[in-house]
């Protein structure tokens, strides 16, 4: 049980994490396997993921997206192509996860656990940048991105420490950023009664 039980809850914070970046949370799997850091072992048909050349790809593309995301205007590209890419980034780490799982059922197992957790937590994020967006004129948006970047290293940290605390902890994010999202809205809704014209 506990092999298909830990692996599920880490892909589960590797994929939330991909899902407010896309690079950093393969970039800190492929070190931390490649150093076999808190037991992570990846799967075989992504054992590549660990290599010299992943782990300095990984680098670069991580330092290019945390630096782009700050740019306005750039970030809601970078939130834009995210719609396929974190996605796609959370299937492969929570796969990559599956260490004792045949290549198929890693595959199968990072569809259906990493893909649409990390497609929610883009879309949240989504909606996030968009009231700040709104709000602030975009001004905002580069601390809510190094608050994202925060965010990302650490739900993948405890994923990696406390597996068992993933679904605490993104219960909390989700609850966070809805408050979040919800408090906004309503600092910039027209008071009742207010004239629309």
């Known amino acids: 049980m506990e092999t298909w039980i830990l692996p599920t809850l880490l892909g589960l914070g590797l994929a939330a994490s991909c899902g407010l970046r896309t690079f950093l949370p393969l970039l800190m799997l492929a070190v931390a396997a490649r150093l076999e850091l ?42 834009l192509v995210g719609t396929v890419s974190r996605p796609a980034a959370g299937a492969l780490a929570a796969g990559a996860v599956f260490s004792h799982a045949d290549p198929a059922t890693a595959v199968l197992a990072g569809l259906i656990v990493g893909a649409p957790t990390a497609l929610a937590f883009h879309t949240a994020q989504t909606g996030t940048r968009l009231v700040s967006s709104a709000t602030t004129a975009g001004l905002a948006n580069p601390l809510v991105s190094f608050a994202e970047d925060v965010l990302a290293f650490v739900t993948v940290v ?23 999202v919800g408090a906004v809205r309503r600092r910039t809704r027209p008071p009742a009664g207010a004239s629309t014209a």
């Open 38 to 79: 808190f037991g992570i072992a990846l799967n075989e048909q992504v054992a590549w993921l660990g290599s010299t050349g992943a782990v300095a790809a990984l680098a670069v593309a991580t330092a290019v997206e945390l630096a782009a995301d700050k740019i306005p205007a750039v970030d809601h590209f970078l939130s």
């Open 158 to 180: 405890v994923a990696f420490v406390a597996p068992v605390l993933i679904p605490l902890v993104l219960a909390a994010l989700l609850f966070v950023l809805w408050r979040l």
